[in-house]
């Protein structure tokens, strides 16, 4: 039997910027970040990541160290410190619907929330994408509430609203760790 494909994250500096632009240069990503265009190379970007405004990692495959994916975080307009709003997509569409994402978000909440580097995230999810919402279920992320969300191409969809702490976190790795199959330490590169 083949070993499920595993990930590992590399944080998104302003010295590999360029590798983001490409990623989210494809419409379904960006769009689907609600960019109110494709992103371009700037110093806007470069400023407002060597701030810590926004920050995030580039998804990695170990079998092939192909990047197939982001997790961007924002923080609350000023600086990521106690709160993080957190974005997740697999851009590559060969890998899809194998369970990294799912991976990804484990290694980011074990790397962030166990690491106390915040303490919590939060999100708002698209109601119509099945994946996430399969994730939020198989990784018990409590929905705070729902609602609508105007995107900037003019569309309104339904979502919900998820947030997740360092102790919600420890209780659900605690319970899920061996069920999911996830490793016990999950790699994040610095």
Partial sequence: MTEPRRVYLRAIRPTNLQELVDLMS?????RNF???AAPRMDTGYRLALAMKHWGGCYIHT???DRVVGVIILEGDGRKITDTAEVDIAITDPSVRGQGLSLQALWCLFDDWLLGEKVARFHAWVD??????????????IPVIGDGTRRM?????????Y??????????VRDELG?????????YVMA
């Fill in 26 to 30: 494809v419409d379904d990503v960006w």
């Fill in 34 to 36: 609600d960019f109110v």
């Fill in 62 to 64: 170990t079998d092939d």
């Fill in 127 to 140: 109601a119509s994408n099945g994946a996430s919402q399969g994730m939020i279920k198989a990784m018990r």
């Fill in 152 to 160: 900037s191409d003019g569309r309104v969809l339904e979502g919900v």
């Fill in 162 to 171: 998820i947030e997740m702490d360092k102790a919600q976190w420890q209780r």
């Fill in 178 to 186: 061996t069920k999911l199959k996830i490793p016990e330490t999950p």
